[in-house]
């Protein structure tokens, strides 16, 4: 959801009820009836679609784990294999490096979505219902202490500096230059 407007792509789950003029007091006379009413869907978050075709849409891997074959292995001028070792080197680094990560990912990659999804949870568990609320108690405590803190201060160090203020304000700094 976005600032309230619906896009039309967004898979509707259940329906919600918009009154479009009016209050449900008075809406503009007429009988409050199912057509004065204006039924949009609201998506749920848990069940948003993902994107099979864009992967990592806020390009997090961009710079760390995209490795191509030219990346890896290249051969400078003036040694050079044979062509048909090079197309099988490219061949066998490509295939062996797409299906070993769909292996890895199909037998690890559950699991650890799993483990970081606990995490995840309890990390956000702890920040919500732990950390804020320290936060908040730490700040409202603090304010009495640096109400007193403040009454100090100002009860000790106003008078010296206002003391030290007259005994220098006197003084007169005069700059010459001798030639």
């Known amino acids: 959801m976005s600032g309230g407007k619906f896009a039309e792509s967004e898979v509707l789950l259940y329906p919600i009820t918009i009154r479009e003029k009016g209050n449900i007091y008075k809406p503009h006379n007429k009988v409050m009836s199912d057509e004065n009413y204006n039924e949009k869907m609201v998506r749920d978050a848990h069940t948003?679609?993902?994107?099979?075709?864009?992967?990592?849409?806020?390009?997090l891997n961009d710079d760390v784990v995209k490795v191509d074959f030219e990346d890896v292995i290249a051969?400078?001028?003036?040694?050079?294999?044979?062509?048909?070792?090079?197309?099988?080197?490219f061949t066998?680094?490509?295939?062996?490096?797409?299906?070993?990560?769909?292996?890895?990912?199909a037998l690890i990659g559950i699991p650890l979505s799993l483990?970081?999804?606990?995490?995840?949870?309890?990390l956000s568990f702890i920040h919500i219902w732990?950390?804020?609320?320290?936060?908040?108690?730490?700040?409202?405590?603090?304010?009495?202490?640096?109400?007193?803190?403040?009454?100090?201060i100002h009860t000790c160090c106003d008078p010296l500096f206002d003391a030290?203020?007259?005994?220098?304000?006197?003084?007169?700094?005069?700059f010459r230059k001798e030639v």
Do not use: N
């Open 48 to 59: 948003k679609e993902i994107d099979l075709v864009e992967r990592d849409p806020k390009h």
């Open 130 to 152: 732990v950390v804020v609320p320290l936060i908040k108690s730490y700040l409202i405590e603090i304010q009495c202490v640096s109400r007193v803190y403040s009454i100090c």
């Open 75 to 89: 051969e400078p001028e003036g040694t050079h294999s044979f062509d048909g070792i090079w197309k099988a080197s």
């Open 164 to 174: 030290v203020g007259k005994m220098f304000s006197s003084v007169r700094v005069a």
């Open 92 to 105: 066998t680094f490509t295939v062996s490096k797409y299906w070993f990560y769909r292996l890895l990912s």
């Open 115 to 122: 483990i970081w999804g606990i995490y995840f949870a309890i």
